[in-house]
């Protein structure tokens, strides 16, 4: 049996494996409008996929990953939200640091180390998700002279004859 048609089949049954347990516990699995525009809306609110697919109500965050494993639009609507997200993130990050200058940085010391390493994260899912805003810049700089060397074909002859045994061939 070749390696795609035992993925294929593999994928299947896990696929078929999901359903089952799916519709086992009463959650959706056909994919409707109002679903996949509740899952983008919170997407780009900032909450996780997860914590999304945690209400009873959704569907298993597997389901929604194979939708979108099926379905070119839906896997571009969640990378759209995604990048929006970023955005969330950012301003998250912001205000964990401002309530923290807020309180005056007086009380837990632990919790104000806390607070800077959940904003030290939100800014890090910020810059992975929209590296165009908010990732690291990297300059490159080129220094030395670029040359282009062109060769004709007598120019290769010229090069044959100064060469001992050197063959030319068309």
Not at 45 to 62: A, K, Q, V, W, Y
Not at 118 to 139: C, I, P, T
């Amino acid at each position: 049996m070749s390696g795609n048609v035992a993925r294929l089949i593999d994928e299947n049954y896990y696929v078929l494996l999901a359903q089952r347990q799916l519709q086992a516990c009463g959650r959706p699995i056909e994919m409707t409008p109002g679903t996949m525009s509740t899952i983008i809306t919170r997407l780009m609110s900032g909450e996780t996929l997860r914590s999304i697919c945690r209400d009873e109500h959704m569907p298993h965050f597997s389901t929604v990953y194979l939708w979108a494993a099926r379905d070119p639009s839906i896997f571009d609507a969640i990378a759209r939200a995604r990048h929006l997200q970023a955005h969330q993130f950012a301003d998250m990050s912001i205000e964990v640091i401002e309530n923290v200058i807020l309180t005056g940085g007086k009380g837990d010391a632990a919790a104000v180390n806390k607070a800077t390493n959940l904003s030290k994260v939100l800014q890090w899912r910020a810059s992975v998700q929209a590296r165009a805003e908010y990732g690291d810049v990297q300059h490159l700089q080129h220094s030395g002279a670029v040359g282009v060397v062109s060769f004709n074909i007598s120019g290769l002859e010229r090069i044959a004859a100064l060469v001992p045994d050197a063959q030319l061939t068309d």
